[in-house]
C-alpha cells in the first residue's frame, strides 16, 4: 500500500470521526513517518490493534486535556479531569477512527480484524511495537491543541499460508 | 405504549450516546437497559422484555452476530427488531447481519438523525 493512500485513510476516517460524533473542526498538519518506537507519550494512548491480510497497530495519542475536550465534545457533559469516562470515550473514538481506516485498507489489501481498544494514561512513557516498523504520523490541531493519528501496518507473512487451508465440507485442507 | 430498548456495546461512550439519542426521537421510551457483551445481554434478557435491540458487533466474550443468532433462534426474541452500530464496514459483514436476521446496520461515527430515521423506520 502507498503512504499516500494510508495518509488519504487516516484523514478521512479523522475528520469523518470528529466532525460526525464529536461536532469538532480538525486541522491536519503534516503527515511523517517514524522508525521504529513511537514518539513519547504525554497523556492519553489509544491503541488499537489490527490483523489479518496485513497487521499492525493504530493508536491515537494526545494530552490529558485535549482527551477531556473529546470525552466532553462527546459525552455532552464536562470533564476537566481524566475519568474512567474520558478514558473510554478515547477508547471509542479510537476503535471508530482505526476502525474505519481498517475498512478502507481491506478493501484493498483483504480481510483484516480489530482489537479491543487499549488505553493508557500517565505521563513520561513510551509505547513501541515489537518489530523496528516504519509508522506513519499525522498530527491534527483541534481547539487550540494536538492530537497524533499513528498507523503501523504491514503484510501478514503468515497470511498466504493460512489462504491455502481451506475449509471443504466441515473438514480443513492444508 | 412505551418502547423498552436494550443497548448492548463494550463502550459506556457509545451505550450513554445511544440513550441520549433515543431520548430525542418520536419514540415512546420505557426502560433503557445496557449490557457490555452479547452474554451479558442474554442474561439481562432472561429478566427483561424488551422492544427493540441495539447491539454492536465487536464485542468480548459474544459479538453481536452471535447474539443476533441466539436471538433469532429464541422464539421470544425472534420478531424483536436488532439494529446493529458498528465500525464494521465490510459488505461481507453487514450481507450476514441482514441474513441473519438484522433490521438494520448503521455504521459508526453516526448521527443522531440516522439512529432516529432507522427508528422511524421500524415503528
Known sequence: ????????????????????????????????????????SYGVAALVGLAGSW????????????SCKIATAMLGTEYDTVTDDVLD????????????????????????NLSIPTVIYGRNFTTRSQRQNQWTVVPFECQGDEFLIQVMLLPNSNAQSLMQCVRVGGEVEA | MALDVLIVDDSAAIRKILQRVLLQTDVTLGKVLEAG???????????NKVGLILSD???????????LEHLKADQEYRDVPVVMI?????????????????????RKPFTAEQIKEKLASIF
Open chain 1, 1 to 40: 500500500m502507498e503512504q499516500e493512500e494510508l495518509v488519504r485513510y487516516i484523514l478521512e476516517s479523522t475528520e469523518s470521526v470528529f466532525s460526525t460524533m464529536l461536532g469538532l473542526e480538525t486541522t491536519a498538519g503534516t503527515p511523517r513517518t517514524s522508525q521504529g518506537a513511537v514518539a513519547p
Open chain 1, 55 to 66: 497487521i499492525g497497530t493504530g493508536s491515537v495519542d494526545c494530552s490529558a486535556e485535549m
Open chain 1, 89 to 112: 470515550a478515547m477508547g471509542e473514538v479510537a476503535n471508530m477512527i482505526i476502525g474505519n481506516i481498517k475498512n478502507s485498507v481491506e478493501a484493498v489489501v483483504g480481510p483484516m
Open chain 2, 37 to 47: 457483551d452479547g452474554l451479558e445481554a442474554l442474561e439481562t434478557l432472561k429478566s
Open chain 2, 57 to 67: 458487533i465487536n464485542m468480548p466474550k459474544m459479538d453481536g452476530l452471535q447474539l
Open chain 2, 86 to 106: 458498528t465500525t464494521e464496514g465490510s459488505q461481507a459483514k453487514v450481507m450476514e447481519a441482514v441474513t441473519l436476521g438484522a433490521a438494520g446496520y448503521i
